[in-house]
């Protein structure tokens, strides 16, 4: 059975700080990995989505790897501003099955 | 971008009434939906599949007969709480696959619901 792992659960950063968010899961055999950002009673919004042919992704300030045969995966946030601070969802996918979600990395950019 | 539209966003409703939420896939057809619930502060636990013109499968735990989903259209997948209680508040939201090409999905923006 897939696990996804988050770390860390919290991160609290001064604004303009560069950081990193990692995931990790068990099983390899995956098809893909999207990262999402969910703020406070909202829904999930995308942010990026590597395939498994892929090794990274990167939109604006955020980037995202991926390394598959050790099962981890690592979203970078540049220049973090106060408007970054959500929780952020790494997920795996494997078709057209459910993603399977980390809990998340309730994150905070103190102006 | 695909866009998947969720109403209501918040519903205060008294037990033992039912309550439905719906979510239309705008832009795409969506064979394949998925329903979430969500706790304060935790990750959303899968409850159920919902396929185009079949019947929904659930996860293990989850009442088919409270939780009733129907998928009638490639458009339109609902979920309704029957005979609410206040433990079924939460937060619920709903996902579909974008695209078989690159199996992206994308979420709606979740319903609030409050059973007092």
């Known amino acids: 059975k897939q696990e996804v792992t988050q770390i860390p659960a919290a991160l609290s950063v001064p604004e303009g700080e560069n950081l990193v968010l990692n995931c990790s899961f068990t099983d390899s055999a995956i098809y893909n990995l999207q990262w999402f950002r969910q703020d406070p009673g909202k829904g999930l919004t995308s942010l990026l989505l590597i395939q498994s042919s892929q090794r990274e992704q990167t939109s604006g300030r955020l980037n995202a790897s991926l390394d598959k045969s050790s099962g981890r995966s690592t979203l970078y946030i540049a220049a973090s501003q106060p408007g970054d601070s959500a929780t952020y969802l790494c997920?795996?996918?494997?078709?057209?099955?459910?993603?399977?979600f980390g809990k998340g990395t309730r994150l905070s950019v103190i102006a | 971008g695909a866009v998947v539209s969720q109403h209501p966003s918040r519903v205060i409703c008294k037990s033992g009434t039912s309550v439905k939420i719906e979510c239309r896939s705008l832009d795409f057809q969506a064979t394949t939906m998925f329903w979430y619930r969500q706790f304060p502060k935790k990750s959303l636990m899968l409850m159920a599949t919902?396929?185009?013109?079949?019947?929904?499968?659930?996860e293990q735990g989850v009442e088919k007969d409270k939780f009733l989903i129907n998928h009638a259209s490639l458009t339109l997948s609902t979920l309704t709480v029957t005979s609410a209680h206040p433990e079924d508040s939460s937060f619920y939201i709903c996902s579909a696959l974008t695209s078989d090409r690159d199996y992206g999905y994308t979420f709606g923006s979740g319903t609030r619901l409050t059973v007092v």
């Open positions: 919902s396929n185009e013109g079949s019947k929904a499968t659930y």
């Open positions: 997920a795996v996918g494997s078709g057209n099955t459910p993603l399977v």
